[in-house]
């Protein structure tokens, strides 16, 4: 369900005092409500809800940290087979990226696959008569073309659907010759974890989002998860639960604690498409948008030239908390049924005087932003960018490097750079993003090394204008077993495959990320202590979105403009 509010918003979300009035009348105390939004984004004491209320708080249109889906799992299955009268609320702000992730998280940690509820008890004589109509039309014979040309749609998931399968066949048996291609369909041995998958978000869609209309059964349908890395998340998910995860992952068995896989990050090459169809237009209304916030710093970029302007491309690195990764996996561990990972360990709630269910129990981890950007990658110099005629026009090509201290100073500086007797190039707006955020300054361009068990977060910029970001951990789209010697691997997204790639992010054609094995005894860096602007210490980041969102809405976009906008604050 949406958010239980209050006030103003309750207008437009669930009122809060309605909520509870429906919970109590449909199914008296026999609720829980699970609750994913962070403090920072909106809350309310759980004696709401009479204390049946858990939190596993992560920001909004982002992947959580993966071992809160198993804790997730485990509690609502703990609680839903104490009865069978039971019912399980999730909710985040619209109650479908972060609920829908974490209720198909729980579903497919069930033995049987889940299938869709039929009693049709309490619902109105016009519900009926809809259900009745469906199934009308349902049984209807259709036109033989029409239903082939529908039927391809829903099967060839290389293009509906490029993240329902992330990790190719060839890449978990070992072979580091080809690189990892997020558009496979099978994994050797075990294809029963993609169609339980896909059955999942299948039936979570089925539930969560409104049936197309006839007219707009061509169209592909919305999914109830649509954000890429959400699903990726979803993927990694099955694997582990069906053991095809990469080898000592969440391991439990080792006697003696060794040190986390490592991995180096090479660089990313993102290709674009010219901007040079975004509306003139626009220039005014993004211009007339910045003049009137508090966007001060906001500046245009240095564009003596087209190549110049084109040549911004940068990325922030960032991950959670390692504090609160650490906490998170400990109980994982500490809660893990030998029956499977989607099953809580009975007597195992408690751990050196802490319980599991208080984790969250207070703001400690999500009061402030809980994503940390530790690093950054960008271009050198001019032949970092290449540019290339093919049948879909002119393609630039952005060859990604970390950078060090002094040439993220070089850049930031260039970006910073005003030059009012120029306009603004094809659209192209400054305006303060992570640019100012604090990050460790690394000391050589060779490569950035990571633990490759953690979850890792992309954010792309043109300037300080946001172009969309990606979730992904490394290990999964790395060869194993682990060979002697540097396995690299290469991991493909398409701009689908991004997650709100709107505005100037909507001309990524696709991009790859160069990953290797590095030595275990590498030190990973870590995301500095929280310093900078007072906005940034208490976690509100700066307004990153808003050029993304004038762009999005000139397109006619207005939900994606929205998430876009919210989710770059993040």
Not at 198 to 211: E, I, K
Not at 304 to 314: D, E, F, K, L, R
Not at 433 to 442: I, P, V
């Amino acid at each position: 369900m949406g958010y239980p509010a209050i006030g103003m918003e309750g207008m437009y979300r669930n009122r809060r005092e309605d909520a509870k009035k429906f919970l109590e009348h449909h199914h008296g105390d026999n609720y829980w409500v699970f609750n994913f939004c962070p403090t920072k984004e909106n809350s309310y004491p759980n004696s709401v809800f009479d204390g049946r209320v858990s939190r596993y708080p992560f920001p909004d249109h982002h992947a959580p940290p993966l071992a809160i889906l198993p804790l997730v799992a485990r509690e609502m299955r703990t609680w839903l087979d104490g009865s069978p009268e039971r019912v399980a609320v999730l909710h985040c702000k619209a109650g479908k990226g972060r609920s829908g992730t974490m209720a198909c998280s729980y579903l497919l940690s069930l033995v049987d696959a889940p299938i869709p509820p039929t009693n049709n008890k309490g619902k109105s004589k016009k519900e009926h008569a809809t259900i009745r109509a469906e199934e009308f039309m349902d049984a209807m014979p259709t036109d033989d073309n029409t239903e082939f040309k529908l039927r391809a749609e829903l099967t060839d998931e290389s293009q509906a659907d490029p993240v329902r399968d992330n990790i190719s066949a060839s890449n978990m048996n070992g072979d580091s010759s080809s690189p990892v291609s997020s558009h496979s369909s099978t994994i050797s041995g075990n294809n029963a974890t993609k169609n339980s998958l896909s059955h999942v978000l299948d039936l979570h869609t089925q539930g969560r989002m409104r049936r197309p209309t006839l007219l707009e059964e061509k169209a592909k349908q919305k999914q109830g998860v649509s954000i890429p890395s959400q699903r990726r998340w979803l993927y990694y998910w099955s694997l582990l639960l069906a053991h095809q995860g990469p080898p000592g992952f969440w391991s439990i068995d080792a006697l003696v604690e060794k040190p986390s896989p490592k991995v180096r990050l090479k660089h990313i090459n993102v290709r674009m498409r010219e901007l040079s169809n975004l509306k003139s237009g626009l220039v005014r209304i993004v211009n007339a948008v910045v003049d009137r916030t508090n966007l001060a710093k906001a500046t245009h970029l240095r564009a003596s030239t087209v190549h110049n302007a084109h040549s911004h491309v940068w990325i922030s690195l960032a991950r959670y908390d390692d504090d609160l990764v650490e906490e998170l996996e400990m109980w994982e561990k500490q809660t893990r049924s030998e029956d499977g990972l989607g099953i809580r360990k009975p007597g195992h709630d408690f751990l050196a005087g802490k319980d599991v269910s208080n984790i969250f129990g207070d703001d400690k981890w999500d009061k402030k932003k809980m994503v940390r950007s530790f690093a950054r990658m960008g271009t050198h110099d001019e032949d970092s960018v290449t540019r290339e005629e093919t049948e879909e026009g002119k393609i630039s090509t952005h060859f990604l490097r970390p950078l060090t201290g002094e040439n993220w100073e070089l850049l930031r500086s260039d970006i910073e750079t005003t030059d009012d007797k120029l306009p603004v190039k094809d659209g192209l707006l400054s305006e303060e993003a992570s640019l100012y955020d604090a990050t460790r300054k690394l000391s050589s361009d060779s490569g950035v090394i990571l633990d490759a068990d953690r979850e890792l977060r992309a954010k792309l910029y043109m300037g300080q204008v946001f172009m969309g970001w990606f979730w992904f951990i490394p290990t999964f789209h790395m060869s194993h077993p682990r060979q002697d010697g540097q396995q690299a691997a290469t991991l493909k997204l398409t701009r689908r495959e991004v997650d709100f790639a709107v505005g100037i992010g909507s001309h990524i054609v696709d991009l790859e990320v160069g990953l290797e094995w590095w030595a275990e005894s590498a030190d990973v860096i870590s995301p500095p202590e929280r310093q900078g602007s007072r906005e940034s210490v208490e976690g509100k980041g700066e307004p990153a979105g808003v050029a993304a969102t004038v762009e999005a809405l000139a397109a006619g976009n207005i939900g994606q403009a929205i998430d876009a906008k919210q989710g770059a604050e993040d």
